[in-house]
């Protein structure tokens, strides 16, 4: 996919100018912006890393995009539609970052649930629950309740929620974290085969070698702020440097030198 | 509706896989047993004392079961994060409360049933008689009153951030109604004047749960109520379940998430 | 896990051996409660009284089918009625005027809709049986409180009268008299089983003169008692004599009835009667010698 086809397409998520301030809760009611004027575009087909050292602005710029936190100033926009209304996200899957599901529930009851919300028809729901659990590998487990699974499996039973419904745009919120390297590298196979389909993927992560190997473009946010933005390789020949070094310098930590 | 199905039918697998209501259950029926098994001048015929400490136990039960459930809903999906990959489906939280009340109401349903079925057992064993329609008017009348309660808990869910002072307020102000809310307007009319509008401006205002606690004709076996009364008392608890409801989703609409 | 099975097993056995150690303890409480009330004082103190008119009243309450003022209304309309001894004693007199309700003319439309879903008329247990709703209130009321005599009379009195249970109705007067052996009103009551229902006028008029000395020894000791029960045992107990015959003895008790009684030209009226009698020769028909049993 070259720049020219790029732009000349309608971006899949659009954030303009948005600023997202949370109110601590303490005397003297400081305010806090934890997103300062982000605007960004993420196109059909893509994938799209998020990056920023933590406590960048990265979960809750996402945060904006489901609706869980109105945006203070600016809008975002999902397939065209802005954010607050929920027709938005019939096709987007999520994956929080941190998350446990209904505990009570087996990994196929919960991901029958989420189906039922996405009104799949009946008759596809098994065959797609199957689907998604063998590609999380949790077909074995599937008739266990969740509070039996461990955290990586948790996050495996994310990730096959982010897919019941074969969603356009996927936003995972560090996706491999928690699990281990055969999972990690599952995880990249997976966003990959997703991106051969034509699906877009909007993900954070602190693996930049993984993003490095999966993404087209980057984002690098810091404190709030947009500091960097493009092609991997366009990252890395203007830095002269691998990706990580490059981020280092755009996050203005400079140990070497 | 189909979203609000789907979180109802969640909440009530929940409330069946916990052991809360088994635990109520085998509490009251041990207690009422213990209790018949009494001997009161060898008469074994006695049976409206063994009525009465049954029903009470049923509704000590099933408000527990209602407050609990319902004050816990909201506040443990935000801690325990399964609200942000619900919401970030195509579900409203307009929907999500509905879904929620409904799950809670159904389950204090079911619940009921199962409880008045004991209570008719051990009723018809002493009476040999079975007025269905008084037992009928009874359970419906309760599962309605549930319904307020539970709606009146997730509105303070949505209020207040800790689900146990919730519950505590919650049952608080349900007990102060059952046992007051009939008699306000004569307390009212006995204090001096700017306490007497107060006291009749909240008379007029709270749910009057009272009203469907007719444990006291099933008691000593009245006979059924008209049902034209029960139809009013439904409608009556269904305005304020819906208000309360209404004003609970006032509140969550804007309510950011974290 | 044989350790944790292990501990199991053993508290297991603790329990046992402390259930069973308990048991012989725990039937010596239940068997005599009367005397014993030892338990329940520690456990509840002082409130145990509070408890126990709670659920005397509470057999009241039974006995209006729940049809019954609440402290609310108590405080408007007046008292409630009670089902006391008195209505032993004057079969189902005037209490019936009550019958108006407490309740009055709705005040608003909850009032008026709530009426409903509550007794809201008068009703007494008037089908035969019906009344045995009642007695496990007073059972327990006694039970907390044992001293409380309302309970046994009037427990006495639905056994005996409307529930054929006349044994039951001594027993309970009986436990009744040791935890209050000065009380003049269990006497009575037990009088009249003797005399009602067993056709035993010895023990009957024993148990009545008893009654009579302790209303004494009360009024001197605490001050003017209730005229009501000492009427009510000396006419009783100068019926009992007439009856059988011992005129001076029937006229004795009736110049004591005189002395406060409400009507007292009534009785004197009788007096002359009786002693009309007593002048005429007449046999007592009972072959029961009078004097021998005569303390
Ligand atoms: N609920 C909240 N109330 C107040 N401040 C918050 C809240 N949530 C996040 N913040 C602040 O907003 C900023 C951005 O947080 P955010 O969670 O978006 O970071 P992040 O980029 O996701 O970091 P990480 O890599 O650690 O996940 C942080 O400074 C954080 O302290
Ligand atoms: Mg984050």
């Known amino acids: 996919m070259d720049q020219a086809n790029l732009f000349g397409m309608e971006p899949i998520l659009k954030i303009e100018d948005l600023v997202v301030e949370y109110r601590t809760r303490e005397f003297g009611q400081r305010v806090r912006i934890a997103v300062n004027r982000l605007s960004l575009e993420v196109f059909p087909g893509e994938v799209f890393g998020f990056l920023g050292p933590n406590g960048a602005g990265k979960t809750t710029t996402m945060n904006v995009l489901l609706g869980f936190v109105p945006a203070t100033r600016g809008a975002a926009y999902v397939f065209n539609v802005n954010v607050r209304d929920p027709i938005a996200r019939q096709r987007i899957g999520y994956l929080p970052e941190l998350t446990y599901y209904y505990k009570f529930l087996t990994a196929e009851e919960l991901l029958r649930f989420y189906a039922r919300i996405f009104r799949i028809p009946r008759a596809e729901v098994g065959p797609r629950v199957d689907e998604v659990l063998k590609l999380v590998e949790l077909d074995a487990a599937r008739k266990r309740p969740i509070k039996t699974y461990s955290k990586g499996m948790q996050q495996r039973v994310g990730l096959a929620q982010a897919l019941i419904n074969n969603p356009d745009l996927l936003i995972l919120d560090e996706p491999t974290s928690g699990l281990d390297p055969i999972g990690r590298m599952k995880v990249r196979e997976i966003i990959q085969r997703l991106k051969q389909t034509g699906k877009t993927v909007f993900f954070s992560s602190h ?38 070094q490059a981020f280092l310098k755009v996050v203005g930590y400079n140990s070497e030198r | 509706m189909n979203n609000a199905l789907a979180v109802a ?58 407050v609990g459930t319902s004050a ?32 809670c109401w159904l389950a204090c349903g079911l619940a009921l049933i199962v409880f008045y079925l004991f209570f008719g057992v051990i009723s018809v064993s002493r009476e040999h008689q079975l007025p269905m329609a008084s037992y009928f008017q009874a359970l419906w009348l309760h599962w309605w009153m549930l319904g307020v309660v539970v709606a009146m808990a997730l509105l ?52 009057h749960l009272e009203l469907f606690d007719v444990r006291d004709l099933v008691v000593h076996n009245w006979d059924p109520i008209n049902w034209l009364i029960c139809v009013g008392a439904t409608f009556y608890a269904a305005a304020y379940a819906v208000f309360f409801l209404f004003a609970a989703w006032l509140v969550f609409r804007r309510q950011p998430l974290v | 896990m044989p350790a944790p099975s292990l501990i199991l097993a053993l508290l297991f056995v603790v329990c046992f051996t402390l259930a069973t150690w308990l048991q012989p303890w725990h039937q010596s409480w239940a068997g005599g409660r009367a005397q014993s009330s030892s338990l329940l004082d520690i456990v509840m103190g002082d409130s ?26 108590q405080a408007i309309g007046g008292a409630p009625h009670m089902t006391a001894a008195k209505d032993a004693a004057t079969e189902h007199g005037p209490e019936h005027a009550e019958e108006t309700g407490f309740l009055g003319r709705p005040r608003d439309w909850i009032d008026r809709f709530s009426r409903n879903l509550y007794p809201s008329r008068h009703s007494h247990l008037d089908s035969p049986g019906e009344a045995r709703e009642i007695l496990p209130w007073l059972r327990i009321a006694a039970d907390l409180d044992p001293h409380k005599v309302e309970t046994y009379t009037v427990a006495a009195y639905w056994l005996r009268q409307h529930l054929n249970k006349v044994d039951e109705a001594e027993q309970f007067l009986r436990a009744g008299w040791r935890a209050n052996p000065d009380s003049y009103e269990i006497l009575f009551e037990l009088g009249r089983v003797f005399d009602e229902n067993r056709g035993d006028f010895q023990r009957a008029s024993n148990v009545w003169e008893l009654a009579v000395r302790k209303w004494h020894e009360r009024s001197a000791r605490n001050g003017k008692q209730d005229d009501f029960i000492l009427e009510q045992t000396l006419t009783h107990l100068a019926q009992l004599e007439e009856r059988e015959g011992y005129w001076e003895k029937a006229i004795a008790y009736l110049e004591k009835l005189k002395a406060f009684s409400p009507h007292p030209n009534v009785i004197q009226q009788h007096i002359e009667e009786l002693k009309r009698k007593a002048v005429a020769p007449s046999v007592p028909n009972n072959s029961v010698s009078p004097q021998a049993g005569k303390r």
């Open chain 2, 156 to 207: 303070g869910s949505v209020l207040f951030a800790a689900p146990s002072s919730n519950a505590t307020i919650c049952l608080l102000l349900i007990l102060g109604i059952l046992l007051l809310g009939r008699h306000l307007n004569k307390v009212a009319v006995q204090l001096a004047e700017p306490m007497s509008t107060v006291v009749y401006v909240v008379y007029f205002a709270v749910p």
């Open chain 3, 48 to 73: 145990q009284q509070l408890f126990a008119n709670h659920f005397f009243t509470k057999a009241d309450v039974y006995f209006h089918s729940g049809y019954y003022p609440s402290v609310f209304d």
């Open chain 1, 207 to 244: 693996e930049l070698g993984e993003v490095e190997t999966v993404c087209d473009r980057v984002a690098i946010l810091y404190q709030g702020e947009l500091k960097a933005i493009g092609r991997v390789s366009e990252l890395v020949e203007k830095y002269e440097c691998n990706l990580e």
């Open chain 2, 72 to 103: 816990r809903q909201i506040p443990s999906e935000r801690e325990n994060r399964t609200v942000f990959p619900l919401l970030a489906k195509p579900i409203t939280r307009g929907q999500l409360i509905a879904g929620k009340f409904l799950g």
């Open chain 2, 9 to 66: 039918s969640v909440v009530v697998k929940e409330l069946y896989r916990r052991k809360d209501f088994y635990v109520l259950f085998v509490l009251t029926a041990v207690i009422t047993l213990l209790m018949g098994a009494l001997n009161f001048f060898n008469d074994d015929k006695i049976v409206r004392y063994l009525k009465e400490i049954c029903l009470l136990l049923i509704w000590i039960s099933a408000l527990v079961i209602a």
